[in-house]
């Protein structure tokens, strides 16, 4: 099946400092790339939809250059946030649509990255 | 905008009893529904997906789930639970209109007594 990596799996930073989320598809390409963030006992919010080679489509609300979003390859997206502060700390997690699943595009899902911001 | 509602934010049930996971949902037409399961430390599997046709799917783990438009609700259900799917559910709408995003449910965590 479709497989979605996710590195780190977990990162404790500074804040001020500069964390680089990387979402990998193993076994297909992805067009598409999607990043939620989710808050403890909360569901997942869409930040972001990131097409390959052109620019994200952020959801309202979400910082775009707080958030920056770079999907450069067709297995490759990264999520960058910049001068990361307390209330950055949160469950990330990418998922990757294959376009070779019919109609509707079904999503695989990352394993998530826990960031940490002190 | 389409929305997506667990009622149960727990749920204990005992090894072995049947079990039901409620969703409701919002949406102008008819929606794309998912179930996913949500281990901790692990990314989202999906369960099961309804796009159109047969309103009763069958999903893997022994689970399944109804389509009920008239009550806007695709409930998920397994007849016999193992204390293994102990873990976080969620229901999820899709809009075929809108790029295919997914709007997630707040979750439902189920525990399994032995």
């Known amino acids: 099946g479709a497989v979605v990596s996710q590195h780190p799996s977990w990162v404790i930073c500074k804040s001020g400092t500069s964390v680089k989320i990387e979402c990998r598809s193993l076994?297909?390409?992805?067009?598409?790339m999607f990043w939620y963030r989710q808050f403890p006992k909360q569901s997942l919010m869409l930040m972001a939809t990131?097409?390959?080679?052109?620019?994200?489509?952020?959801e309202q609300g979400v910082e775009k250059d707080k958030f920056l979003i770079n999907h450069a390859s067709l297995t490759l997206s990264t999520l960058t946030v910049t001068s990361a502060h307390p209330e950055d700390s949160s469950f990330y997690i990418c998922?990757?649509?294959?376009?070779?699943?019919?109609?509707?595009?079904?999503?695989?899902f990352g394993p998530g990255t826990r960031l940490t911001v002190l | 905008a389409q929305s997506v509602t667990q009622p149960d934010i727990h749920i204990t049930v005992s090894e072995g009893a049947s079990l039901e996971l409620r969703c409701n949902y919002s949406?102008?037409?008819?929606?794309?529904l998912f179930w996913y399961v949500q281990s901790p430390g692990q990314g989202l599997q999906l369960l099961l997906k309804?796009?159109?046709?047969?309103?009763l799917v069958q999903g893997i783990k022994g689970f399944e789930a109804e389509f009920k438009r008239s009550q806007s609700s695709f409930n998920l259900r397994k007849p016999s639970v193992h204390w293994s799917d102990a873990a976080e559910y969620f229901c999820?709408?899709?809009?075929?209109?809108?790029?295919?995003?997914?709007?997630f449910g707040t979750g439902t965590q189920l525990k399994v007594e032995l």
């Open positions: 076994d297909f390409q992805a067009t598409t």
């Open positions: 309804y796009f159109s046709g047969d309103t």
């Open positions: 999820a709408v899709g809009d075929p209109g809108g790029g295919n995003k997914l709007t």
């Open positions: 990131s097409n390959e080679g052109s620019k994200a489509t952020y």
């Open positions: 949406y102008g037409a008819t929606p794309y």
């Open positions: 998922s990757a649509r294959d376009p070779g699943t019919g109609s509707y595009n079904e999503q695989f």
